[in-house]
């Protein structure tokens, strides 16, 4: 009986459509006269697909304030000033990838490969922490000594030191410390130590845990 009323109810509908449509104005369906004035196509193809995977990881890897005084506003603000937050880059003096590092700092922390490194951006990010471990554990009286005094105009921290000795490495930054900012080395680009003292002050790297032997390990 249901059955029977759908069809009485389909059929009659079905002969109005096909009528309807066979007296519609053939103008109409005139792909000439037809028009999208006046209707909103902005349709863009996402910016996230337009972009190479390489063009993406320095997207989404460069420095953001919105990151703040954390450690990760540390480590990505380092990163920026070293290479604009690229994986891929290699300098003109062949420092590598996102934090810049030399060859012999790698090998200091177990890398021996440096075309390894240089693709593999999980690698790097433990090259930075290992590095930034060992650095804090060679400064660690440094750190206890100098953090919070006034040096060349520039309030010593923890951050400061850290961003100093990846810039110039530890010694560097002991020489600066100890002579009470006269001692102030500078890397072949002209950025000094006193610089990175002052450019990276005042971040949270209590995380870091000193560690003498650090190294990196997939």
Same mark, same amino acid.
């Given at each position: 009986?249901?059955?029977?009323?759908?069809?009485n109810i389909l059929l009659p509908f079905s002969i109005c459509l096909l009528l309807a449509i066979s007296l519609y104005p053939d103008s109409a369906l005139n792909p000439e006269t037809?028009?999208?004035? %006046?209707?909103?196509?902005?349709?863009?193809?996402?910016?996230?697909?337009?972009?190479?995977a390489q063009e993406q990881s320095f997207k989404y890897n460069m420095f953001t304030p919105y990151l703040g005084k954390s450690f990760? %506003?540390?480590k990505e603000a380092l990163a920026f000033k070293e290479s604009r937050g690229n994986y891929f880059t290699v300098n003109s003096l062949g420092y590598l990838g996102k934090y810049q590092f030399g060859k012999e700092t790698l090998k200091?922390?177990?890398?021996?490969?440096?075309n390894q490194f240089l693709y593999n951006p999980e690698l790097q990010e433990k090259a930075f922490i290992a590095n930034i471990e060992r650095n804090k554990w060679v400064l660690r009286k440094d750190i206890s000594r100098f953090e919070g005094?006034?040096?060349?105009?520039?309030?010593?921290?923890?951050?400061g030191i850290l961003a100093?000795?990846?810039?110039?490495?530890?010694?560097?930054?002991?020489?600066?410390?100890?002579?009470? %900012?006269?001692?102030?080395?500078?890397?072949a680009y002209g950025a000094t130590v006193k610089t990175y003292m002052k450019t990276f002050s005042g971040y949270d790297t209590s995380m870091i845990i000193p560690d003498k032997k650090a190294r990196v390990t997939l």
């Open positions: 009986m249901i059955k029977s009323n759908i069809k037809y028009s999208t004035e %006046g209707l909103d196509l902005n349709y863009n193809i996402s910016e996230d697909i337009a972009m190479t990760e %506003g540390f200091l922390l177990g890398i021996y490969t440096p005094k006034l040096i060349s105009g520039v309030k010593i921290t923890e951050s100093a000795a990846h810039l110039a490495g530890p010694g560097s930054v002991k020489k600066f410390l100890r002579s009470y %900012g006269n001692a102030n080395s500078s890397d």
